[in-house]
């Protein structure tokens, strides 16, 4: 069974709840809390994108210790893609919901969902993580790389409030983060794979230092991506952006 979410704080505003999970970090609260708004003014994606939060979307971090080393302790990323996951089926049905590498979610092939960890070191040697996540419940962003849509283009009556999202999201959360925790990542590794978008197509990865085309094969049970470039070789990618044909 599952353990009881952590609490939930709820702000009208806030400048980015990541941010706020950091400050508080770096103040020496260790959580877990959830933090979160319907309203960011200065929202951040991965790479340090700019993230929108439209009217009735949901944006919310949850801040935690952990003694787990940084790299392992990223993992929660993927936690989190499957969580964001649950919610997106709980609300549209089962067919309309797959992740990207590393941790987009997707609907019909639209990205919904983006997914922020970032982390830091505490004074007594364990690190803080700041879990983010945004929704696209309502609104969709406009200025973005690849089509955007809303939980709500896909749903026959309105979508679930922030609020009401936020509590589906955290109680899948922790079934989520408890399998990463007793069974390790390859429970999680499973998971991600059976809601996989692009599994054995043709890609276009987005490095820090190079552009490579290939075809995704599959996850490897660290979370990395293995890639099959053109000459043969296999390649795993760690960090970057990976882009295929719809998606």
């Known amino acids: 069974m599952a353990a009881e979410p952590p609490p939930i704080e709820f702000h009208a505003e806030l400048d980015s709840t990541n941010a706020e999970a950091r400050r508080r970090a770096e103040a020496g609260e260790g959580g877990p809390v959830w933090i979160a708004t319907s309203r960011q003014t200065a929202g951040r994606g991965r790479r340090g994108r700019a993230w929108e939060t439209g009217d009735g979307n949901l944006a919310a971090t949850l801040l935690l210790t952990t003694d787990r080393p940084a790299a392992e302790a990223a993992q929660l990323s993927f936690v989190a ?10 609300c549209l049905g089962p067919g309309k919901v797959s992740v990207k ?6 609907i019909a092939g639209r990205k919904a969902v983006g997914i922020l960890v970032e982390s830091g070191p505490r004074a007594d040697g364990r690190l803080w993580l700041a879990v983010g996540v945004g929704i696209n419940l309502r609104a ?3 200025a973005v790389e690849r089509p955007a849509t809303t939980f709500a283009e896909h749903m026959a009556g309105p979508p679930p409030t922030p609020e009401a999202a936020l509590e589906v999201l955290a109680r899948a959360f922790e079934r989520w983060r408890g399998l990463w925790a007793t069974q390790g990542f390859p429970a999680i590794a499973r998971g991600w794979t059976e809601r996989a978008h692009g599994l054995g197509q043709a890609c276009v990865a987005r490095l820090p230092n190079e552009t490579l085309e290939g075809v995704a094969e599959g996850m490897d049970e660290d979370g990395a991506l293995r890639l099959r470039l053109p000459d043969g070789s296999l390649r795993r990618i760690t960090a970057g952006d990976v882009f295929f044909g719809d998606a």
């Open 140 to 142: 969709a962003p406009l």
């Open 81 to 90: 893609a499957l969580a964001a996951a649950d919610l997106a089926e709980a």
């Open 101 to 106: 590498w590393p941790n987009d979610l997707l």
